[in-house]
Antibody, heavy 121, light 111 residues
Framework: EVQLLESGGTLVQPGGSLRLSCAAS????????MSWVRQAPGKGLEWISY????????WYTDSVQGRFTISRDNSENTLYLQMNSLRAEDTAVYYC??????????????WGQGTRVTVSS | QSVLTQPPSVSGAPGQEITISCAGG?????????VHWYQHLPGTAPKLLIF???NRPSGVPDRFSGSKSGTSASLAITGLQAEDEADYYC???????????FGGGTKLTVL
C-alpha cells in the first residue's frame, strides 16, 4: 500500500524558514518523480514544485521560485521542501504526491494527507 | 487565475448526470497534452479520478468518465450520489509555464 506522510508544518513568522518532509512507503521511491501541491485557505490546488526520480530535474511555480527548494533522499525514501523568506500568502495545506509521467506530462496518483503551514506574526 | 478555466460550481439531484468543463488553450490542452481529473473532499487527500483524458484508476466507479476535444475537456458523472459532493479539479501540462497546472476547481453540490 502506497503511503505518503507529510510533516513539518507549523506556525512561522513572515520572513522565516521551514522544512517540510514527506516519508514515502509502499513503492519504489527512487523510480518516481515527486511533487508538492498546496491549497491556500478558500483557494484551489496549486502545483508548486516537482523533482525527477534521480534529482536531475526540478521545477518551481513562479511564486516560489528562488525561495523554495525541493529535494529528495532516495536512501531514506523521503521528499523535502525547504521554504525560505516565507510570506503570508504561503499559508496553506501542503501536500506531497507521487508522479506518474509520460511524454513530458505528469499526473499525481497518490497524495498525502497534507501538513498545514501558517505564516503570521 | 489559472490557464485552465472551470465553472466555480455545478449542482444536480441524486441520480442525475452532470458535466464539468475545463477550458484551456493552445499551450496546454490544445497542444495535445493529457488532461487528468481529481476529486477533493475538504480535509482529505485529493484523489485521482481520471488520468490520460479518459482512463479510470482501479476502484473508481464507471459513473465517472472523461473526454477531451480541441482545447477543452470534460468530466461527466452519471447517477449522482450524495457522496459525490466534493471539489473537482482538472490538470494538464502547459508549455508556456513549463509545468503542470490545475484548473480553478469546481464545487459539486448534490441537491
Amino acid at each position: 500500500e502506497v503511503q505518503l506522510l507529510e510533516s513539518g508544518g507549523t506556525l512561522v513568522q513572515p520572513g522565516g524558514s521551514l522544512r517540510l518532509s514527506c516519508a514515502a512507503s509502499g513503492f519504489t521511491f527512487n523510480s518516481y518523480a515527486m511533487s508538492w501541491v498546496r491549497q491556500a485557505p478558500g483557494k484551489g490546488l496549486e502545483w508548486i514544485s516537482y523533482i525527477s526520480a534521480t534529482e536531475g530535474d526540478t521545477w518551481y511555480t513562479d511564486s516560489v521560485q528562488g525561495r523554495f527548494t525541493i529535494s529528495r533522499d532516495n536512501s531514506e525514501n523521503t521528499l523535502y521542501l525547504q521554504m525560505n523568506s516565507l510570506r503570508a500568502e504561503d499559508t496553506a495545506v501542503y501536500y506531497c504526491a507521487k508522479d506518474v509521467c509520460s511524454g513530458g506530462s505528469c499526473y499525481l496518483d497518490y497524495w498525502g494527507q497534507g501538513t498545514r503551514v501558517t505564516v503570521s506574526s | 487565475q489559472s490557464v485552465l478555466t472551470q465553472p466555480p460550481s455545478v449542482s444536480g439531484a441524486p441520480g442525475q448526470e452532470i458535466t464539468i468543463s475545463c477550458a484551456g488553450g493552445s499551450s496546454n490542452i490544445g497542444a495535445d497534452y493529457d488532461v487528468h481529473w481529481y476529486q477533493h473532499l475538504p480535509g482529505t487527500a485529493p484523489k485521482l479520478l481520471i488520468f490520460g483524458n479518459n482512463n479510470r484508476p482501479s476502484g473508481v466507479p464507471d459513473r465517472f468518465s472523461g473526454s477531451k476535444s480541441g482545447t477543452s475537456a470534460s468530466l461527466a458523472i452519471t447517477g449522482l450520489q450524495a457522496e459525490d459532493e466534493a471539489d473537482y479539479y482538472c490538470q494538464s501540462y502547459d508549455s508556456n509555464l513549463s509545468g503542470s497546472v490545475f484548473g480553478g476547481g469546481t464545487k459539486l453540490t448534490v441537491l
